[in-house]
Every structure is written in C-alpha cells, then in structure tokens.
C-alpha cells in the first residue's frame, strides 16, 4: 500500500484534499506530487477534481457520502432541486446525478463517483431554508428543505407551471406533502428570493394552503 494510502486509510469520509496531503506527510513537494500520482496509477485513490481525491473503494471504510463530497467539490453549495426532493420522498423517480444549488457560476464535473451537477441561484441569504446536516460517520452536508428545493427547481428548469397544483402534477407529489409545508417558511423563502418569478410562485404556494 502507498504511504499516502496509508495515511488516508483511517479517514472516516475517504476523501481528502492536497493541502491535507502536505499537511500529513513530512515530505519535499516534489516527493508528496510522486506519492499522488503512485496511488493514482496503483488505482489506491481515484482522482475527483484538481486537487480532490478519495480512496479507491477497496481502501474505504464505508462508501463516500455523495452529499458531503459535493461540497468539496464545488462550493458554497448545498443539496437540492432533484436530489434534494427525491431525498425526502416528494418524486417517486430515481436521481441519477447529484443536483445542488451553487453560490458560484453553473458547473457539471464527471467523476468517478457520479455525476455532480451545479446550478447558479441569486438569493439574498444562500443558506436561508437549508440544513446544516452531521451524520454519526464525521460526514458534514448541507441539504435544502423540500419547499427550498422545488423552488430553488422552479427557478433553474423554468417550468412552464402557473400553480403549486401544476408544480404537484407535473412532479408527481403527494398533495398531502404540498399542504404539509408551514406557510411562514414559504413567506421568508419570498422574501430571499430575487427572482420576481420564484417570488410569484412561492406566493401563490402560500395562498393555496389557505382553507
């Protein structure tokens, strides 16, 4: 096994970045850049992004939370759209790629762990109706909330949806989940937003759970 390997091997999430890499090892640059491409070629560590690794899954202790690893890989972003909705049991298909809402420009990477796919979201708070998530494994991740999520969809696939009822046929939701949503969360997530479209549709959301 590399000593980079090595090293990494007692890390709880697998994944680690290269300043972890000079901050562990004792060692010149030139010799820490010679371990990573050892491990890469060995097939110990798969390669996420520039300076993003993990280890390869015969190494890993358990397997990479995807949620965490998309932080680090593009950030400040947080869970959301498809993914975050599928996560909490609003759309009965299967997500295929890790959706997430950036603070940055829109951005897909093809890794050997997935597809993470990163969608630009102007709000005036980033994290406003989003959690902050600590799983027992040291896992840290950031999921928005299923009303954040559609409205953070609404925003980036410009569904061509007029009501909340539209937004529930076309995704299939429960309505149940629909009217389940407490109105003040959709009252601050319209006033986070800048988007004048998202603001009319968390509105009329809001107005529908009216009795």
């Known amino acids: 096994m590399n000593r980079l390997t090595e090293q990494f091997f007692q890390n709880p999430t697998g994944v680690f970045a290269f300043p972890e890499v000079s901050a562990a090892l004792d060692a010149s640059p030139f010799s820490r850049h010679g371990l990573v491409k050892r491990a890469l070629a060995g097939g110990e560590i798969l390669n996420i992004r520039r300076g993003l690794y993990c280890l390869a899954p015969r190494y890993q202790k358990r397997p990479v939370n995807p949620f965490a690893l998309a932080e680090r890989i593009y950030g400040p972003s947080y869970i959301s759209m498809e993914t975050a909705l599928r996560h909490h049991d609003w759309i009965p298909e299967a997500v295929h790629v890790c959706t997430c809402a950036s603070y940055g420009n829109a951005k897909e990477f093809n890794t050997p762990l997935g597809v993470f796919s990163y969608s630009r979201v102007p709000q005036r708070i980033f994290y406003a ?40 046929g076309s995704l299939r939701i429960e309505e149940e989940e629909i009217h389940a949503v407490d109105a003040d969360e959709l009252s601050l997530l319209e ?12 509105a009329g959301w809001r107005e529908a759970l009216r009795p």
Do not use: C, Q
């Open 129 to 168: 109706g989003v959690e902050r998530r600590v799983e027992p494994d040291g896992n840290v991740f950031f999921m928005a909330s299923p009303a954040k999520a559609l409205a953070d969809y609404f925003y980036v696939r410009r569904p061509p949806w007029k009501s909340i009822r539209d937004a529930s």
């Open 191 to 202: 006033e986070n937003y800048t988007n004048r479209r998202v603001r009319h549709f968390l």
